[in-house]
């Protein structure tokens, strides 16, 4: 599973790669905005948005871009590890191919909800 993360701390890099890798998801991050974002965002599975440290530019081109192409996007005003690693689980429930157990406690991820 492709997932492209706009925004973000650049200095946590490699700790959000290290989270997808771990959950079995491949991640392009966009820290910032770039010359045709858009388009490089392509045929990603999920788009999450770190809003509070993102600028609206590039917000703004990212929502387009996945609603153009009909991607499913998370908006989260947080921008840490922990913050990336509940909208993966939440991706990982609604993809059984991505079911495995958490390496932390050994159990299966727990899903969110519903009422």
């Known amino acids: 599973m492709s997932i492209v993360l706009v925004g973000g701390m650049d200095r946590l890099g490699n700790q959000y790669h290290k989270e997808a890798k771990r959950m079995g998801m491949e991640l392009r991050i966009f820290s910032q905005s770039e010359q045709g974002m858009g388009g490089k965002i392509g045929n990603a599975d999920a788009v999450v948005i770190f809003t509070n440290k993102v600028s609206h530019q590039a917000r703004n081109e990212a929502v387009a871009a996945a609603k153009r ?7 989260h005003h947080a921008c840490g590890v922990c913050t990336l690693r509940e909208c993966l689980k939440c991706l990982a429930i609604n993809d059984p191919t991505l079911q495995r157990l958490d390496t932390a406690d050994r159990t299966p991820f727990a899903g969110v909800p519903v009422t």
């Open 69 to 75: 192409r009909g991607i499913p996007l998370f908006m």
